[in-house]
């Protein structure tokens, strides 16, 4: 969020070097000074802690498991889209709710980025009932919902992505818990962590599904 405002920061930090003087100035110069110095060994720090390309290059992890440990969850997303992927097919679109990355799912992913609107909120906003909103689906050709719960929750507390007026959100409560066939779920703790589900042409019956957020 600071990046737009960084061109200044650097111009006024530039500008306080070359007009202040005495001890502040030779102050300022040394902190300058020691920063710059500092900056190439804490970035690289940093980057190895977090990224650590290194056994890639040298042959040790392949970039399938690489990308498995880095990307979050570690571990369990990518492995997790793969199947979802296989679940739904190469030319299904998935709507992903609650992730923002659908790295080897192997389908036509739709998802927004992470300061965007989400799909589901905005298609649920705009939805006067669960059937206007089981046609908005049929509409953008989704075949298959991944639902990521712990995602939505981080989503919803960050972002507020599906805060929802009351009309929508009984929409959403009402197409969530009967327009959704699981195809497959992981329990994690005893509760619903992810889930893969098809969009049901008419309701079934009511089924208890955390709704996201």
């Not at 389908?107 to 939805?127: C, G, I, K, N, T």
């Not at 969530?176 to 969009?199: I, T």
Request: glycine letters at 10%; one cysteine or more.
């Amino acid at each position: 969020f600071f990046l737009p405002a960084w061109p200044a920061a650097c111009a006024l930090a530039a500008a306080l070097l070359t007009e202040l003087t005495g001890r502040a100035g030779a102050a300022l110069r040394w902190a300058c000074a020691l920063g710059v110095a500092a900056t190439p060994v804490i970035v690289s720090a940093t980057v190895f802690r977090l990224y650590n390309p290194g056994p890639v290059a040298w042959g040790a992890l392949t970039r399938e498991e690489y990308r498995d440990r880095l990307i979050p969850p570690p571990g369990r997303l990518v492995p997790l889209l793969r199947v979802v992927g296989g679940l739904a097919g190469p030319a299904a679109r998935v709507l992903l709710v609650g992730d923002v990355k659908a790295p080897d799912l192997g389908a036509v992913p739709v998802y927004a980025s992470l300061f965007d609107e989400q799909h589901l909120a905005a298609w649920a906003r705009a939805a006067p009932s669960a059937e206007r909103l089981a046609v908005r689906f049929r509409q953008a050709g989704i075949g298959v919902v991944f639902f990521h719960v712990g995602g939505a929750v981080f989503l919803q507390e960050r972002f507020a992505s599906f805060a929802l007026p009351p009309p929508g959100a009984a929409s959403l409560a009402d197409f969530w818990s009967r327009r959704l066939e699981p195809l497959r779920e992981w329990n994690e703790d005893g509760r619903l962590a992810f889930g893969v589900y098809r969009p049901r042409r008419r309701p079934g019956p009511p089924r208890k599904l955390p709704l996201p957020g």
